[in-house]
């Protein structure tokens, strides 16, 4: 019943807080203080689209795909010019590797405009090869996040992986022989799927800890409104109620052998975190379709990619929406985003918002009697009973991020 109800109350506000209407002309100011940001690069080529993907993704075109490299530089010195510095990079899709080169070139002028000092990259199992994983190493990449979602043979072609990856033996294989080349090696997964079981589940926990991954990035399979059709007719209907039993079962199988990096991430020692949204208070979205929040402003860039490269080519910023948050807005999203970390340091974020911090009160109070916070002077942890609550949240906010995403790819392009 509590986790119905913060389901419902998540969904409410984080559907409120992603509406973009009235928010005037989109525009980004230059930086108003020095704080460490991320910088997200957005790949949207995929050589084959998966059924429960909501984010913004293309059937890969050599041609427009270069094109696409191209207007992403450009971009990325707008942002040089703006007088943005960046210490991490985050590299997402899509498919970031589809084209080696052109995502090498992009993270060596990245590296020469900003003082990057760790670089993330998302990839899948067939670009698990030696050319590729070259070129990773020589562009300075830190961290290789491998998008498995399952070792089920059945539930790979179920979501019409099996044919692109292999099996989930050659998956396997293909993530051990790339061990110990980068810093941190992830495997991306997901859990409750409509016909997963416990056994199944169990068998995906077998592989991983047999194949020892630096870091396990576990999370609900999540449905937006564009979707959802989509994955009843591919993979049926998702139960949420047996969401709970899965989390448990994953978090009872890699702890302590891993440690929380999120409530959902799961690492050994050493390994980059894999959700910049924790790490850093702000971040730019560079891309077709990426989002991004820097002073305060949550921005989407527009989803039309050939759009896109014209906004570039004429010096325009790409921008399709912002809205500017509140005092509130902003102090809750800390709040969610830190404690999705596992841990809120009050005096850090009462330094940062003054007075203003006491608004938090109500929602501190609220988990804290549910039992899902726990005080740890000068932090608030989150507890076992937190920690699902927490994976729910966020299920929820990226949700609503994903609908945020189809409201703007129905809107026409400027």
């Known amino acids: 019943m509590i986790h119905s109800i913060i389901a419902a109350k998540a969904r409410q506000e ?16 230059p930086p108003d203080d020095p704080r460490p940001r991320l910088l997200y690069l957005h790949i949207p080529f995929c050589e084959r689209l998966c059924p429960y993907c909501s984010f913004n993704r293309f059937v890969f075109e050599e041609n427009l795909c270069r094109d696409y490299f191209r207007a992403l530089r450009k971009e990325l010195l707008f942002y040089r010019d703006l007088g943005y510095d ?21 993270i060596a002028l990245a590296r020469a405009s900003f003082q990057i000092r760790e670089l993330s990259v998302e990839t899948n199992p067939n670009h698990l090869t030696e050319d590729r994983l070259t070129a990773l190493q020589r562009a300075g990449v830190n961290r290789l996040s491998v998008g498995v979602q399952s070792f089920d043979d059945g539930l790979l072609r179920k979501m019409d992986r099996y044919d692109k990856y292999g099996s989930g033996a050659e998956i396997a294989e293909r993530i051990r022989n790339t ?40 999370y609900p399979l999540m449905v937006s409104d564009s979707t959802r059709k989509k994955v009843m007719e591919t993979l049926g209907r998702v139960d949420d109620r047996q969401e709970e039993r899965f989390y448990h ?7 302590p052998a891993y440690r929380f990096s999120s409530a959902w991430c799961f690492s050994r020692e050493k390994a980059m975190i894999d ?24 921005y989407a860039n527009t989803f039309d990619i050939r759009t896109y490269i014209a906004q570039i080519d004429r010096g325009e910023l790409p921008l399709a929406a912002s809205r ?12 969610l985003m830190k404690f999705f970390g596992t841990r809120l340091n009050v005096p850090a974020l009462r330094k940062k918002y003054g007075g203003a911090f006491l608004r938090l009160l109500p929602d501190l109070l609220a988990f804290s009697l549910i039992g899902a916070l726990a005080w740890r002077p000068p932090e608030i942890v ?12 966020m299920r929820e906010f990226f949700t609503a991020v994903n609908n945020f995403r189809d409201y703007c790819r129905e809107r026409p392009a400027v």
């Open 86 to 106: 960046f210490g991490g990079i985050y590299v997402g899709g899509g498919t970031p590797t589809v084209l080696i080169d052109e995502l090498t070139e992009t």
């Open 324 to 335: 500017l948050f509140s005092v509130r807005d902003r102090i809750r999203y800390d709040f």
């Open 382 to 393: 989150l507890t076992k009973r937190g920690r699902y609550a927490w994976v729910i949240l």
């Open 275 to 298: 959700e910049y949204i924790v790490d850093y208070d702000e971040y730019a979205g560079l891309g077709s379709g990426s989002i991004g929040y820097l002073n305060g402003v949550c």
């Open 14 to 29: 984080f559907s409120r807080a992603m509406r973009f209407e009235g928010g005037g002309v989109p525009h980004l100011s």
């Open 249 to 255: 079962q994953i978090v009872g199988r890699l702890v």
């Open 179 to 218: 061990l110990g080349r980068f810093g941190t090696l992830n495997a991306d997964m997901i859990f409750n799927f409509p016909t997963q079981t416990e056994a199944m589940l169990d068998r995906d926990l077998d592989t991983l800890l047999k194949v020892g991954v630096d870091q396990v990035t576990w």
